[in-house]
């Protein structure tokens, strides 16, 4: 039988587990999700290990997975993405020396921060030979948290990567599907609390950045406008009427216009980048994760960022061994991406 991985994606609403079989195409043979209770992940942070292992318990028997290994991943706001650039040096003293070189570029100290990079390039400034690095600064208590989380869950972390590196691997064109004029494209996931934002080439990551905002910001404002429970709300957003509440439409009216500011923060985002990098385009959008599923959103997205949008489609990169209906599989696949990019072979190999 074909070696498998897990990718173990802990949201703020529920866990979540891919496990694929290695080959060509890779094939996803089993996946599953457990909801959390409210408060145990707060704005993509562990709150209550204990709670989030519980659920973690109750999704391996779910699921069924074979393996207790697991690639899980990070993306919130204890999370540092930034380019800098460094003298070069060698990847063995690059790595022992890490700490000392990036240290001015970090909002924390290193010594409470887990550090890694990818590599962008290389370049010669007044004729010395430098590196341009993605360095990636995670807050060390916030990791331990989530290591703690597993280890409640019975399941072992054998690596952690950033959501966003994660999300690109599932969906991201790669150099064969990847034909923009010269654009590249942006990665956009929206979960409940976190939207992360990748821009990739080729799926070299260019620019990270992660929102505080998502989909439970469009609850929350619904539940506001209109003087009603949060569950209430909710169920409006996602077209159920509910008795002796407004109308489905006097909630869409209020979600689309909360949706409206948090797409205007996405814009802003791939106008920074592109405004930053010399000669960068944004040529597409794709666009994975839970709060993606509110109706009209990608629409919207379409109309005020200029450039094709689409979701994007984890499942057109592997293969589905899933005993579920198309329609079963097309609710599932938003919400899977980061987990199915977690388990494939990446960074985190």
């Known amino acids: ?9 802990v949201g703020s609403t529920a866990v979540r587990a ?26 993509g942070e562990v709150r209550q290990p204990e709670v989030v292992g519980q659920a973690i318990r109750e999704l391996w028997q779910r699921g069924g997975f074979k393996s207790r290994q697991v690639v899980m991943g990070v993306g919130n706001q204890r999370c540092v993405v930034r380019e800098v650039a460094i003298p070069w040096l060698p990847e063995k003293e690059l790595r022992a020396s890490l700490g000392f070189q990036v240290q001015e570029y970090i909002p924390m100290s290193v010594d409470e921060a887990v550090l890694d990079y990818d590599l962008v390039g290389e370049f010669e400034q007044e004729g010395r030979k430098m590196l341009r690095l993605l360095l990636v600064a ?3 208590v916030m990791v331990n948290n989530l290591v703690a989380a597993a280890q409640a869950g019975k399941v072992e972390p054998v690596a952690i990567d950033l959501l966003p590196f994660a999300l690109v691997r599932s969906v991201g064109s790669d150099e064969l599907g990847m034909d923009l004029e010269g654009g590249e494209e942006a990665v956009i996931d929206v979960g409940a609390h976190v939207t992360n934002i990748c821009v990739h080439d080729h799926q070299a990551t260019r620019f990270v950045r992660i929102l505080p905002s998502g989909g439970r910001d469009v609850t929350l404002a619904i539940a506001r406008s209109l003087g009603l429970e949060e569950d209430v709300a909710e169920r409006l957003k996602r077209g159920e009427p509910v008795e002796g509440a407004p109308p489905v439409e006097e909630a869409r009216r209020v979600a ?3 949706a409206g500011s948090f797409v205007d923060e996405i814009r802003s985002s791939l106008e920074f980048y592109t405004a930053q990098a010399q000669g960068a385009r944004i040529g597409r959008v794709l666009v994975t994760g839970g709060g993606s599923r509110l109706a009209g959103f990608l629409e919207l997205l379409g109309d005020r960022i200029p450039v094709p949008v689409d979701r994007g489609r984890p499942l057109a990169k592997v293969r589905s061994q899933l005993n579920l209906s198309e329609e079963a599989l097309a609710e599932a696949e938003p919400v899977l991406a980061a987990a199915i990019g977690l388990a494939m072979p990446g960074r985190s190999s």
């Open 18 to 43: 891919a496990e694929l079989a290695m080959g060509e195409p890779m094939t996803v043979v089993r996946a599953a999700q457990v909801p959390l209770q409210r408060g145990a992940v707060e704005l």
């Open 138 to 140: 995670a807050q060390r």
């Open 256 to 258: 689309m216009a909360r």
């Open 1 to 9: 039988m074909a070696r498998t991985r897990v990718g173990l994606d």
